[in-house]
């Protein structure tokens, strides 16, 4: 949000930067303070323009032709005013006066402003900013810099906005009353935008009494405005609405105001009413606001919500063409927002961004022309996504009653003592092989010939040791850690354990682990009820993913179901 424009600044500025060296500078000086005095567009303002351009030229006094320029470059649209800049440009081109170039590129961002292109307007500014440092030109840096805080305003950024305005309005000793009195007047505003009520209450009051003590009638409804959407941010409604009406009568008479002025005015009174939930009288304002920007095309943020306002409006009074004629306005003016001021809202509605309104607006207009057709892909889509939801639903029902099967009967061997780590009865099953005769075929089928029947036996008795004293559990066992301690090396082991156990040592240590999990978690409720990082940690393993994935591979159940179903079973 920006109420106030801020060229009004500029112009007493630009007054104090000229050069007086001449016999005739009086006159000049009252034909610039009758311009200045007179509203920004008026017709007597540029015929006075005209002729201090021409009497500048007829005296070939460069300084006052420069001045010329600027003066005529505020009465023209964009592209007639950028060529008095241009002008302006040429002219100055070979100047010693320390305001140039500086003053070329701020009055250009001025320009492009007031013309909302905001994009161009930064560039310029920076421009100016840079070569006002060069020259060390103190006023010409403040002007951009509070430029520059205006634009943050406009994309939201309030807070840095207020920090600039308050050094520049009361920390600086080269600002005069008109240009502080602009300042504070924007100060107030971004004071509103980041809740600092009472600093803005006290600076619209000053605003409003110093206006009146100096029968400043503009300056006085600029500050009304303010209030206005002070009492609104309060929901004061009706306070607002007192205060914006008088603001609506002497704005929109003898052009007193500027689109700016018109169009936030009617803005704060349609969100008045709609606070009100007077929804007549606001959608009244809003489509006004609507009529202005297709006459204007002036553009900014707030815009947006009118837009939904008016959209949800007529949504709700079933007017589909009403609604879809302002969804086609909103993306319209989305898109400049978009594309021409770069920044993203600080005000985007949730409901109403660019893809959605894309959607509504092309479902609007299938239900506008083809409503039955409508009807049938809508209840095509549905049964087609029942049907989707259905088939999961059935697929994860399946594979959660196998999962369950999986854990009940892991559940049931444990209580028939069916699954555990190898036994002594298994071990002996499978010394007598090693103890036959060396040369069998059985025993060369079985292991190397480079591993002796007794080195093998006793590597298997260490293994037995191992499982039965669960050292298994231990953390950071490795094949070599674990034939060190065997006092064996990590060949003789590995091709071992590959032989007799069927798998390679990672896997070995890894069912021991889940088998002896399977066991004590169905039997110990204590350990049981434990986080699963703690009994991973319990079963020797680094992390709670590597446990859990290592019980599904083993059991083919996912650790949480099994920790189910012994649950279920146990209440049962």
């Known amino acids: 949000m920006l109420f106030f424009i801020i060229g009004n600044l500029f112009f007493h500025a630009q007054t104090n930067?000229?050069?007086?060296?001449?016999?005739?500078?009086?006159t000049y000086k009252e034909l610039?303070?009758?311009?200045?005095?007179?509203?920004?567009?008026?017709?007597?303002?540029?015929?006075?323009?005209?002729?201090?351009?021409?009497?500048?030229?007829?005296?070939?006094?460069?300084?006052?032709?420069?001045?010329?320029?600027?003066?005529?470059?505020f009465c023209e649209n964009l592209p007639n005013a950028l060529q008095y800049l241009d002008s302006l440009q040429h002219i100055t081109l070979n100047s010693k006066e320390n305001i140039y170039p500086a003053r070329i590129y701020l009055l250009k961002g001025n320009v492009y402003f007031r013309n909302d292109n905001l994009q161009s307007a930064l560039n310029n500014y920076i421009l100016g900013l840079k070569y006002a440092k060069e020259k060390g030109n103190k006023r010409q840096i403040a002007m951009a810099h509070i430029s520059i805080a205006h634009l943050n305003n406009y994309i939201g950024k309030h807070a840095e906005t207020a920090k600039v305005l308050r050094h520049y309005a009361y920390d600086t000793d080269y600002m005069n009353q008109d240009e502080k009195n602009s300042l504070k007047l924007n100060l107030a505003d971004a004071y509103i935008e980041i809740n600092k009520m009472d600093s803005a209450y006290a600076l619209i009051k000053e605003g409003l009494m110093d206006s009146k003590k100096n029968k400043d009638?503009?300056?006085?409804?600029?500050?009304?405005?303010?209030?206005?959407?002070?009492?609104?941010h309060s929901k004061n409604y009706q306070k607002a609405i007192d205060g914006l009406l008088e603001c609506e009568k002497y704005f929109f008479t003898n052009n007193n105001g500027s689109k700016r002025n018109h169009n936030y005015t009617f803005l704060y009174l349609g969100k008045s009413y709609a606070g009100l939930s007077e929804k007549e009288k606001a959608v009244e304002y809003f489509r006004k606001i609507d009529?202005?920007?297709?006459?204007?095309?002036?553009?900014?943020?707030?815009?947006?919500?009118?837009?939904?306002?008016?959209?949800?409006?007529?949504?709700?009074?079933?007017?589909?063409?009403?609604?879809?004629?302002?969804?086609?306005?909103?993306?319209?003016?989305?898109?400049?927002?978009?594309?021409?001021?770069?920044?993203?809202?600080?005000?985007?509605?949730r409901r109403y961004d660019t893809p959605e309104l894309l959607q509504e607006k092309e479902n609007i207009t299938n239900e506008l022309t083809k409503r039955k057709s409508l009807f049938y892909i809508v209840l095509s889509l549905l049964l087609i996504s029942h049907l989707l939801f259905i088939n999961v639903y059935f697929k994860y029902k399946k594979s959660e009653k196998k999962y369950k099967k999986i854990a009940q009967d892991l559940i049931q061997s444990v209580n028939e003592n069916k699954v555990g780590k190898n036994t002594e009865r298994e071990a002996k099953e499978l010394l007598p092989e090693v103890s036959k005769s060396g040369n069998t075929e059985n025993s060369e089928d079985r292991i190397s010939k480079t591993i002796s029947e007794d080195i093998a036996l006793a590597i298997l008795k260490e293994l037995e040791i191992f499982e039965n004293k669960d050292q298994f559990l231990n953390k950071g066992i490795t094949l070599g850690s674990l034939a060190k301690k065997i006092k064996t090396n990590s060949k003789y082991l590995s091709e071992i354990i590959n032989t007799y156990k069927g798998k390679n040592f990672a896997?070995?240590?890894?069912?021991?682990?889940?088998?002896?999990?399977?066991?004590?978690?169905?039997?110990?409720?204590?350990?049981r009820s434990y986080k699963i990082p703690f009994i991973a940690e319990e079963l020797g393993y680094n992390n709670e993913q590597a446990f859990t994935l290592a019980f599904k591979k083993r059991t083919g159940t996912p650790l949480s179901i099994y920790l189910k179903e012994i649950e279920n079973m146990s209440s049962d």
Not at 51 to 59: I, V
Not at 329 to 343: A, C, H, P, S
Request: no cysteine; proline share 2%.
């Open 291 to 349: 009529s202005m920007v297709l006459t204007t095309n002036y553009i900014y943020p707030e815009l947006r919500d009118v837009y939904t306002y008016l959209i949800d409006y007529y949504k709700e009074n079933n007017n589909k063409e009403k609604q879809l004629y302002y969804v086609d306005r909103f993306l319209k003016v989305d898109q400049v927002l978009d594309t021409q001021f770069r920044y993203i809202s600080r005000e985007l509605p």
């Open 217 to 232: 009638v503009y300056r006085y409804h600029q500050n009304l405005g303010l209030l206005g959407y002070y009492h609104l």
């Open 507 to 527: 896997t070995y240590l890894n069912d021991l682990r889940i088998d002896y999990a399977i066991n004590r978690l169905a039997n110990d409720k204590k350990f």
């Open 17 to 26: 930067n000229i050069e007086k060296n001449t016999s005739e500078k009086r």
């Open 32 to 73: 610039e303070k009758e311009f200045y005095s007179s509203p920004a567009g008026n017709v007597n303002s540029k015929s006075i323009a005209e002729n201090y351009l021409k009497k500048a030229k007829s005296e070939k006094n460069t300084t006052q032709i420069a001045e010329g320029y600027v003066m005529l470059h």
